[in-house]
């Protein structure tokens, strides 16, 4: 599975558009990029999944150039509720079985 | 509600003694995992289970055991074996093999285990 690197830590503040940069250079042909949010004493929770270009959902969008090497989540206006770990994770969606990498992530701390 | 459930929320035990820590999702999936936390730190995989009575070990599988007799229900025992026990563990399921979809796992809240 493709290692992945991103900053350990980040500040914002309130209302903010946050980007979040996580670098997969030896990302493989059939592997997706996802992105993970964990709050303190809690499991992860699932924020976004792309393999090129741009997507956009509800929360967040996830930005992938074209030579998938590395990609950028972005959260716009962030609020104080936003302040939690986000994981960058690259692999393949068939036959994934469970093997999903997470580093130890980037902690997003937003201020008033 | 559909999702997972594990129990309990803190567990205290003695050193040398066998703990259980318990796993129940209603999601209908057939996958499931067990992943360990530290302080400051990702999640490293302790097993996996694709189906029912079948589970591989994931990265740190030693002192660690599981079963998966149904499919709601993926229990792990962590054993008088396993060095170093207190930390935190989550339990996730998932759609083996989602196709065209996105493939996520749900996580539960988390067991906090702590060995003295």
């Known amino acids: 599975l493709a290692k992945t690197t991103q900053p350990i830590s980040m500040d914002s503040y309130e209302g903010q558009e946050v980007n979040i940069t996580c670098s997969h250079n030896?990302?493989?042909?059939?592997?997706?990029i996802t992105w993970y949010q964990q709050f303190p004493s809690q499991g992860p929770r699932f924020i976004i999944q792309?393999?090129?270009t741009k997507v956009t959902n509800e929360v967040a969008s996830l930005f992938i150039p074209a030579d998938r090497k590395s990609s950028t989540l972005s959260l716009p206006r962030v609020s104080l509720s936003d302040t939690a770990v986000y994981y960058c994770?690259?692999?393949?969606?068939?036959?994934?079985?469970?093997?999903?990498?997470f580093g130890q992530g980037t902690t997003l701390q937003v201020k008033p | 509600d559909g999702g997972i459930t594990q129990s309990p929320k803190y567990l205290f035990r003695k050193e040398g003694q066998n703990v259980t820590l318990s796993c129940e999702q209603n999601?209908?999936?057939?996958?499931m995992y067990w992943y360990r936390q530290d302080p400051g730190q990702g999640l490293r995989l302790i097993y996996y289970?694709?189906?029912?009575?079948?589970?591989q070990k994931g990265d740190i599988a030693e002192g660690y055991s599981v079963s998966r007799e149904k499919k709601e229900s993926f229990p792990l025992t962590v054993t008088s074996a396993q060095k170093n026990p207190t930390a935190f563990y989550l339990c996730?399921?998932?759609?083996?093999?989602?196709?065209?979809?996105?493939?996520?796992?749900?996580f539960g809240p988390g067991t906090r285990l702590t060995v003295t």
């Open positions: 996730a399921s998932s759609k083996p093999d989602p196709g065209q979809g996105v493939f996520e796992q749900y």
């Open positions: 030896n990302i493989a042909t059939n592997d997706y």
């Open positions: 792309g393999y090129k």
């Open positions: 994770l690259v692999g393949p969606l068939s036959g994934n079985t469970g093997k999903l990498i």
């Open positions: 999601l209908n999936h057939d996958a």
């Open positions: 289970s694709q189906i029912v009575n079948d589970f």
